[in-house]
C-alpha cells in the first residue's frame, strides 16, 4: 500500500483542473448531512470560515469522511481548506483507493503547511472500485475545516470512436511512399505567405484538412504546393499563423492546437534521418507472446504525454484519435492496456509509486516514458537513478515484468536553449541506453523528435512547447511498435 504525500499539493503553482464538484454537502451547510462522522466533529456557525458554517474538528481528534465510487483509472482532485489558531495542527487530508473486495490499493495523504488549502492530485489505481475521501486531526490543536473538494476530470467525458483509420494511423511515417495526415503549422513570418514544410516532396497531393478532417481544403484555391513547401493562398479560409501571435520572453509558451493543417499525400523519397529499429531479441517473453497471441498485459507509466495531453482524443475533439498507449495497444492486438500515466509526473514520481500503482498490475511489459518534468532539476545521473528503482520496485512484486524505456521527445528549442536544460533532457536519452539489455529495450524518442525537426519545424508537430499534436503522438505509438516486435 502506498502511503505518502502525491507530488502536487496546491501551495505549488498547479490549479485544481475540474470544477464540478461530487462531495455531497461539501461547504457543512447542511450540518453534516452525507459525511460519516467520528471523535469530537462538531459544525460551527460562529467559526465559519465561508458559507452558513463549518466543521469544527477539536483537540481530542476526529474525521469525517465519504465514499466515491470510482470505476478504474479516473483523474481526481481532492481538496479541503484548514484553519487554526495554532502554528502547527496534525491535520491532513487524505485519498484511499479500495478494489470490489475492501483491499486497499493506494493511499495518499497532504497536509495543510503553510497554505491553508491542502489538495492532492492523482490518478486512481487500475483495479479502484471506489474512493474515500478523508478530512482528519490528530489529537492537538483544534482546526476549523471548510471548502472540501473532490473533481473527477473524467466523469462527464463522453468517448468516441476515433474518426481516422487507426491501421492508417499506424503504419511508419518512414516506410513506403504515403504519408497520412502529416500535420504543417502554416506560419507566416514578417508578412510573407504563411507556409509550411511536409516531410517529403509530394507527387500527389490525396487530401489537405483542417484539424478535425472534416473541412477540406483545394489545391490551386486554398493553397499551392512549392517542392516540400505547402503555401497558403490569400483570402482562402485555409487555417494560418502569425509570428506575432507568438508568445515572447523567457519561457515563451504558445498554444498550436487547431492551428494545424493534415496533409495526406504520396512520394518518391526515402527517409534518411535515424529511425526506430527492432529491439525484440531483449523482450523475448513480450515477443513469445505476441507471436503465440496470447494476450499482453501492458502498462504505460509516463507523464502528461503518455497520458495523452493535447491529442485529439483526449480533447475529446474530432478526429478522437486516442492517446499513443492505446494507438499501440491497437496496433499490437490482443493487449490489457493499463495507462498509469499522470500530468506533471516526474521520474521521482514514479519512483515513488511504481511498486504499488505498476508492480501490482502484474504486467508482462512496461513502458516508461519520463523526462519533461524532470530537467529542471535532475542531471541524467539522478534521472536514470529514478528509473532504476523504480524499475527494481516492480521487478519485487512481479520479476518477470519486461521494459521499454522511452525518452522524451524534445521541448520546442525556441521555449528554452539554456543549459543545464536542453544538456539535461539529452543526457537522459544516453542514460536510458545504457540500461537496454536482457528484459530492457529502448526507444529513443528524443532523437527522432530532433529529426523530425529538423525536417519540418517543432511547431509543424506540437501543441505546446512540451505537448505532441496527433502526428507526433501517432509517431511515439510507430516507434514503440517498431521497437517491441521481432524482426
Known amino acids: 500500500m502506498i502511503s505518502s504525500v502525491l507530488f502536487l499539493l496546491v501551495n505549488q503553482t498547479m490549479t485544481p483542473p475540474a470544477k464540478v464538484n461530487y462531495l455531497i454537502n461539501p461547504g457543512f451547510d447542511n450540518e453534516l448531512v452525507g459525511w460519516e462522522v467520528k471523535g469530537d466533529v462538531s459544525v460551527s456557525s460562529e467559526e465559519r470560515v465561508k458559507g452558513k458554517s463549518s466543521v469544527r474538528i477539536g483537540k481530542a481528534g476526529g474525521s469525517l469522511s465519504q465514499t466515491y465510487k470510482v470505476p478504474g483509472e479516473r483523474i481526481l482532485w481532492i481538496s479541503a481548506s484548514f484553519h487554526s489558531s495554532a502554528a502547527k495542527t496534525n491535520a491532513r487530508i487524505s485519498a484511499t483507493c479500495l478494489d470490489r473486495s475492501g483491499k486497499v490499493l493506494l493511499s495518499l495523504t ?11 492530485y492523482f490518478k486512481t489505481h487500475s483495479y479502484t472500485d471506489r474512493l474515500i475521501v478523508k478530512i482528519e486531526n490528530v489529537q492537538g490543536s483544534a482546526v476549523t475545516v471548510d471548502d472540501a473538494q473532490l473533481n473527477d476530470e473524467d466523469k462527464t467525458i463522453i468517448r468516441h470512436n476515433p474518426e481516422v483509420s487507426l491501421d492508417e494511423a499506424m503504419k511508419p511515417f518512414w516506410e513506403g511512399h504515403r504519408i497520412f495526415n502529416e500535420s504543417v503549422l502554416l506560419l507566416s513570418s514578417s508578412g510573407e505567405s504563411a507556409s509550411g514544410r511536409l516531410l517529403f516532396a509530394p507527387t500527389k497531393i490525396i487530401s ?43 519561457f515563451p509558451w504558445t498554444r498550436f492546437d487547431g492551428r494545424h493543417v493534415f496533409v ?10 535515424p529511425y526506430p529499429r527492432s529491439q525484440g531479441e531483449f523482450l523475448p517473453r513480450t515477443v513469445a507472446k ?65 511498486k504499488d500503482l505498476v508492480g501490482s498490475l502484474k504486467p508482462d511489459l512496461v513502458l516508461i516514458a519520463f523526462g519533461m518534468n524532470d530537467f529542471w532539476s535532475l542531471t541524467p545521473k539522478l534521472f536514470i537513478a529514478n528509473i532504476k528503482n523504480a524499475i527494481d520496485a516492480i521487478r519485487s512484486v512481479h520479476p518477470a515484468t519486461e521494459f521499454l524505456l522511452i525518452s522524451s521527445m524534445k521541448f520546442d528549442p525556441d521555449y528554452t536553449k539554456e543549459e543545464p536544460y536542453v544538456g539535461n533532457l539529452a543526457g537522459y536519452a544516453s542514460e536510458l541506453r545504457a540500461l537496454s539489455g536482457k528484459g530492457v529495450a529502448f526507444f529513443d524518442m528524443t532523437e527522432l523528435s530532433q529529426a523530425l525537426y529538423s525536417a519540418k519545424s517543432s511547431k509543424d508537430l506540437t501543441t505546446d512547447p512540451m505537448h505532441p499534436d496527433d502526428f507526433l503522438a501517432r509517431c511515439y505509438a510507430q516507434g514503440v511498435v517498431a521497437t517491441i516486435q521481432p524482426n
Not at 264 to 273: D, I, M, V
Open 208 to 250: 489537405v484538412t483542417d484539424p478535425t478532417h472534416r473541412i477540406k481544403f483545394t489545391r490551386g484555391v486554398d493553397f499551392d504546393v512549392k517542392g516540400n513547401q505547402l503555401v497558403a493562398r490569400g483570402n482562402s479560409k485555409i487555417q494560418t499563423m502569425s509570428d506575432k501571435e507568438f508568445a515572447t520572453g523567457e
Open 110 to 120: 497532504a497536509e495543510p503547511n503553510s497554505n491553508p488549502t491542502a489538495g492532492i
Open 290 to 354: 505476441l507471436k503465440a497471441r496470447k494476450q499482453l498485459r501492458l502498462a504505460a507509466f509516463g507523464d502528461s504525454i503518455t497520458l495523452g495531453i493535447n491529442v485529439s482524443g483526449f480533447l475529446n475533439t474530432p478526429p478522437y484519435l486516442p492517446p499513443w498507449p492505446s494507438l499501440v495497444a491497437h496496433k499490437l492486438g490482443n493487449v490489457k492496456l493499463f495507462n498509469v500515466a499522470l500530468g506533471g509526473a516526474s521520474s521521482q514520481w514514479a519512483k515513488d509509486n511504481a
Open 264 to 273: 495526406t499525400y504520396e512520394h518518391k523519397s526515402l527517409w534518411s534521418r
